[in-house]
């Protein structure tokens, strides 16, 4: 009887059931048996309304008592099932899923019941709506298994042939129908009769083979989708679990480093403090030798700072997240306080340093250590390696989304078989070492390393004996997107 | 010759502090010591230093950190406007904002009025004595 209305149905899901421990399909039978409760109660009012509007305009000789039981039926049966499902939901989603298909059989079998019942008192085979058998036949095929919705064609099948055949052989009484076809004859011709039976056996049969055909491939798909759907939510969770799990290891590796830095340098720096408190006579005058050593001593020292120094910059540009003052940086005014810093070493030596700035370079969303970090490793690489007398040429250009920093020398250049290896950890050019013992391997490696977190690259122009020429491109919003693959420190570093 | 600034050096290190204390001593100044935080505000308290010269990084964590905080929220107007220098070797692996240049917007950097890397040059820290106690250390 819920035919009559052709209203969308509700979305599935709309229950709260926990749809990822459920198969799509049983979700939308779970949320289908609601709507069909919910639709009983308008078709009662439909049909109850029908008989009562009939009676009153047409008053054709029908059991008009019997009409009304066979409606009032419905409701009866559906507050049943309508009491049967909230029971259902509160005993939890388990017990939900086995009485949803249970619930279904049972409402589509009493609605074809309550049906042959109100066709039987209104016309019997002559009633036009007989046709509604084919649409519960429709909703049949969408929410039972094949062979329910075949289960529910016989059902629904006999109870139109036990009208028919009971209605023809007398065992049933038969009323006229005021809406009928009134074929004269149509329930006295055996012929007619199964004719009648013919056409209503063929439709419910072939709808079901039908419409479950489809509803069998929908189905399927469906239940792929919701696997697939499962299956990315569950990726998506692991995903989740290892994110914060880097996050945790991220931390504490942070907080590792910022303690390594303290036990490392802070001894490191006393041993410097009572070096420098002995060269500098505060402890009584000591000879050439004592403080030449001392001194020697003290460089070892600088040495070791160092080094701990480029370790952790490099293990922090490797750890992107750890970059973490990511701001508007304008490359004008580091270049200024770089440049600053290697003056003094470059006049020392004669060296020209020289400054190219685009007038509208943009400022770039970076990590101003980190920038710092890799104009001054550049720079001061560039001096550290010039000949005396030579040229160091700084160069900040703007591009579409980009800037390039070039830093080129006139030093002794790099050797072609050298110059993938300059990028790694603790490499140094046998040219390099024998230039000056001043160096520890890394700032290549810390350079390569900001450039990749700020999503960059870097190039290398250089001959050995022709200068090395060094430029880096780096997106202008280099810290919006989630930057940087994750990367382990490799070696000591921590 | 600058001098005479009266300089309390807050650091768990005792050859730091002892090697500080010859520094600064050699060139003039008076040089209280505090091995930790406690002493250190005790002395900041009582003896009313010039200038206050501080660890970050002692025994336990980054106590540098919350005494110097304390120090600026403190009662007394006196305790409160000393002039610090912090002096550490964390600066590099610290996401804290050690000065007005690393302020983001939100202005949010540790309150003091200047920053040395360890190991500390003596002249270095002498220049920033004498620049922030000008009135003591002139001439």
Redesign the interface.
């Known amino acids: 009887m819920e035919a009559v209305n052709d209203e969308p149905a509700q979305p599935p899901g709309s229950e709260s059931v926990a749809e990822q421990d459920l198969g799509f399909s049983q979700v939308e039978l779970i949320a289908r048996i609601r709507w069909l409760i919910h639709l009983r109660w308008v078709a009662f009012a439909g049909v109850t309304a029908t008989i009562l509007i009939t009676r009153e305009v047409f008053d054709p000789p029908l059991p008009w008592g019997r009409l009304l039981a066979a409606a009032l039926l419905i409701p009866l049966y559906n507050l049943f099932f309508h009491l049967g499902w909230q029971r259902a939901r509160r005993a939890g989603h388990q017990h939900l899923q086995r009485a949803s298909s249970v619930l279904a059989n049972a409402q589509i079998a009493c609605d074809l019941v309550a049906l042959g019942a109100l066709i039987h008192f209104s016309g019997g085979i002559e009633n036009l709506f007989g046709f509604y058998f084919i649409f519960h036949m429709v909703i049949a095929s969408i929410l039972l298994s094949r062979r329910a919705a075949f289960g529910q064609a016989t059902l629904a099948f006999g109870i139109f042939a036990f009208v028919a055949i009971g209605e023809y052989v007398g065992v049933l009484p038969h009323y006229r129908s005021p809406v009928g076809l009134q074929v004269s004859g149509l329930i006295s011709s055996p012929m007619a009769l199964l004719a009648a039976l013919w056409a209503m056996g063929s439709s419910v049969y072939v709808t079901v083979y039908l419409a479950t055909s489809i509803a069998c491939r929908l189905r399927q798909r469906e239940d792929e989708v919701g696997a697939l759907t499962r299956g990315i939510r569950r990726h998506a969770d692991e995903l989740q679990i290892a994110y914060d799990r880097l996050s945790e290891l991220e931390h504490a590796k ?1 907080a590792y ?2 303690n390594v ?2 036990e490392l ?2 001894p ?3 041993i ?3 070096l ?2 002995v060269t ?1 006579g ?2 009584g005058e000591i000879s050439d030798q004592v403080r030449d050593t001392l001194s020697r001593a003290r460089g070892r ?1 600088h040495g070791l ?1 160092s080094l701990v ?1 480029d370790l ?2 490099l293990a ?1 540009s490797r750890q992107a997240r ?1 970059l ?2 990511w ?1 508007n940086v304008d490359l004008r005014q580091v270049l200024v306080a770089v440049v600053e810093n290697v003056t003094a070493s470059a006049l020392a030596r004669r060296i020209a340093l020289k400054t190219q700035v685009d007038v509208d370079l943009p400022t770039i969303h970076a990590d ?2 980190g920038i710092q970090e890799l104009l001054g490793n550049l720079i001061s690489n560039a001096v550290k390696y010039s000949l005396d007398g030579g040229e160091v040429t700084m160069r900040l250009a703007g591009g579409p989304g980009s800037v390039r920093i070039e830093v080129a020398d006139s030093g002794i250049g790099i050797d072609e078989p050298d110059q993938e290896k300059v990028f790694g950890d603790f490499y140094r050019a046998d040219n390099a070492r024998q230039f000056t013992s001043d160096g520890t391997g890394l700032g290549l490696s810390i350079v390569k390393s900001i450039v990749e977190a700020h999503g960059g690259t870097i190039e290398l122009n250089s001959r050995k004996g022709a200068g090395a020429a060094f430029a880096v491109t780096l997106p202008t919003r280099g810290g919006d997107s989630e930057i940087a693959t994750y990367r382990g420190v490799s070696g000591s570093a921590p | 010759m600058a001098g005479k600034a009266r300089v309390l050096v807050i650091d768990d290190d005792p050859d730091v502090l002892a090697t500080t204390r010859l520094f600064l001593e050699s060139r003039g100044h008076e040089v209280l010591t505090a091995p930790g935080p406690d002493e250190g505000m005790r002395q900041l308290e009582t003896e009313k230093p010039d200038v206050v010269i501080l660890d970050i990084m002692m025994p336990h964590s980054t106590e540098g950190f919350h005494w110097l905080w304390s120090a600026r929220r403190h009662a007394d107007p006196a305790v409160r406007e000393v002039p610090v220098i912090v002096v550490t070797s964390i600066h590099q692996t610290t996401p804290i904002r050690f000065h007005e240049g690393d302020a983001d917007e939100t202005g949010d950097y540790l309150p003091a009025q200047a920053f040395l890397e360890k190991p500390v040059d003596p002249d270095e820290l002498a220049a920033k004595i004498e620049a922030l106690v000008p009135t003591k250390t002139a001439g």
Do not use: G, I, P
């Open positions: 942070s480093a910022r830095a303290h340098r802070s490191l720096a006393a410097d403090q009572l420098r408190s500098d505060l402890h020292t700072l120094s952790l910059t922090a750890l973490s003052e701001t101003r250590k």
